[in-house]
C-alpha cells in the first residue's frame, strides 16, 4: 500500500496535465477539445499580468473555459455532472491514476464554475455559496462511507480508536476531522478533536481505510493513544450525530496495548 502522505493536492502540471485534458476529451463529445493549443495555455499566465509558467490553477481554468459551452444549464443535470466527477476520482484514487484524478478533478470544478455564474471568486464564500450547497447535495447518507471527493460522516473503530470521521471538501481540496465518541477511552488528541487540511488521497484505498492510515500515523507521530482531559468532558459528543447509536460508538474507559499494558481514563 502506498506511503501515507498528508500533504495539499499540489500535481506537477508539466508531467500530467496533457494526460489530464486527454482524459477529458474522451470522456466529453467528440467535438470538444480540452487540450486546445500551445498558444492557449502560454496566453494565461500574461493574461493576468504575470510572466511565469502556466500553474494547475491557470491551467484548469483554461480546461475549464473549453468545457463550458458542453455543461448542462440547470442545476439537476449539473449536480449529475458532479456526481460522476467525484465518482471519477474515487474510482482513480483506488487504482492510483493521478492523470484521472486531476481530470475528474477539473470536471468538479468547471461546475462549481457554472453554477457560479462563470466564475470561482466566493464559491466558498460561507455555507450559502455555491460550493458547500453543492457538497452537501451530493453528500453521502450520514453513517456510510462517501466516496472519495464526496462529502460524509462515518464511524471508524481502529488501534483503539473510535472516532467519528467527516470528510468534506471537493476532489480537490479535502479536509478531514476526527471527533472522539465519548468522554471515555483513548483517543488521538486529548480534546477530543483532531482535524487534517488539504489532505492528499492515500492511492489504492477507500475513505475509511484511509481513515485508519491517518489515525496510525497520528499515533506513531504522537507516540501514543491520549485520553480526553477532565476540561473537555462535559459535553454530549454524539449530539450532532444523531444517525450514531450511543452503545455502539460508546469507547472504554480502558485500553489494552498489545503489550498487554492497560491504559485507564480518570
Given at each position: 500500500m502506498t506511503a501515507v502522505s498528508i500533504e495539499t493536492i499540489q500535481p506537477d502540471p508539466a508531467v500530467i496535465f496533457d494526460d489530464a485534458t486527454a482524459a477529458l476529451d474522451e470522456d466529453f463529445d467528440d467535438d470538444t477539445d480540452f487540450t486546445g493549443d500551445d498558444d492557449d495555455i502560454d496566453d494565461v499566465p500574461a493574461q493576468r499580468g504575470r510572466s511565469r509558467e502556466p500553474s494547475y490553477i491557470d491551467l484548469r481554468d483554461a480546461a475549464v473555459l473549453r468545457m463550458a459551452p458542453d455543461l448542462p444549464a440547470d442545476q439537476a443535470g449539473l449536480d449529475t455532472v458532479a456526481r460522476e466527477?467525484?465518482?471519477?476520482?474515487?474510482?482513480?484514487?483506488?487504482?492510483?491514476?493521478?492523470?484521472?484524478?486531476?481530470?475528474?478533478?477539473?470536471?468538479?470544478?468547471a461546475v462549481v464554475w457554472k453554477l457560479n455564474g462563470g466564475a470561482f471568486f466566493a464559491c466558498e464564500a460561507g455555507n450559502e455559496a455555491v460550493s458547500p450547497r453543492l457538497r452537501a447535495r451530493l453528500a453521502a447518507a450520514p453513517g456510510a462511507v462517501p466516496l472519495w471527493g464526496q462529502s460524509g460522516e462515518f464511524l471508524v473503530d481502529h488501534a483503539g480508536i473510535r472516532a467519528i470521521v467527516i470528510a468534506r471538501g471537493g476532489p480537490s481540496s479535502l479536509q478531514v476531522e476526527f471527533r472522539a465518541v465519548s468522554a471515555t477511552g483513548p483517543f488521538i488528541s486529548n480534546t477530543g478533536y483532531r482535524s487534517l487540511c488539504g489532505c492528499r488521497p492515500i492511492y489504492e484505498t477507500t475513505m475509511d481505510e484511509a481513515a485508519k492510515i491517518w489515525i496510525s500515523q497520528i499515533l506513531t507521530e504522537k507516540k501514543g493513544r491520549e485520553f480526553i482531559g477532565p476540561q473537555y468532558r462535559d459535553r454530549d459528543f454524539l449530539a450532532a450525530f444523531p444517525w450514531a447509536e450511543a452503545g455502539e460508538a460508546a469507547s472504554p474507559a480502558q485500553y489494552q496495548e498489545p503489550t498487554g499494558q492497560f491504559a485507564f481514563s480518570f
Open positions: 466527477a467525484f465518482e471519477a476520482f474515487h474510482a482513480a484514487v483506488v487504482i492510483g491514476d493521478e492523470a484521472a484524478m486531476m481530470a475528474a478533478s477539473i470536471r468538479y470544478d
